[in-house]
């Protein structure tokens, strides 16, 4: 992560009231390998890193697009590109699968071959909330849904 590139490798995790559940994110060198909401973090998660204290004010209210953040996108190149467009979409809006394709290069947002590559994409995002795939309307979150309707909620999406 750019915001704290020598942060150690290894798993954090941190209780979110909004939620309802942990926030956990790996790490490895420095980048986001991974975001999920479990109702139990996985056994030795730390509590520390930077990163949580920033979902957590983001989960209050404070504007964050996390745009800085690293993150290891370990996915077919054209996936990734998606993913790369959908970090630019701000907080608070919301984009459709056509917009995503406009986004992104090389992709025709007429295709419906290009819109089912957004969405699987999207599917197997490996950082929802940092790659802000609830800001999709008409895709899917790799979220679990209830977790995606709580960050819609909060962007007023």
Do not use: K
């Amino acid at each position: 992560m750019s915001t704290d590139p020598d942060a150690e490798s290894g798993i954090y995790a941190r209780e979110s009231v909004y939620l309802e559940r942990y926030v956990q994110v790996g790490v490895a060198g420095g980048r986001v390998l991974s975001v999920a909401f479990p109702t139990t973090p996985e056994a030795g998660a730390e509590e520390t890193l930077p990163l949580l204290d920033r979902i957590d004010a983001y989960l209050e209210g404070q504007v964050d697009d996390f745009d800085d953040v690293a993150v290891a996108m370990t996915m077919p190149t054209n996936q990734g590109d998606v993913l790369e467009a959908v970090r630019s979409i701000p907080y608070g809006d919301d984009f459709s699968v056509e917009q995503v394709a406009r986004m992104t290069p090389g992709l025709d947002p007429e295709s419906e071959e290009d819109h089912q590559l957004i969405r699987t994409a999207l599917a197997e995002n490996p950082a929802p909330l940092i790659v802000p795939d609830h800001r999709v309307r008409d895709g899917p979150s790799s979220a679990p849904p209830e977790v995606e309707q709580r960050l819609r909620s909060l962007e007023s999406l």
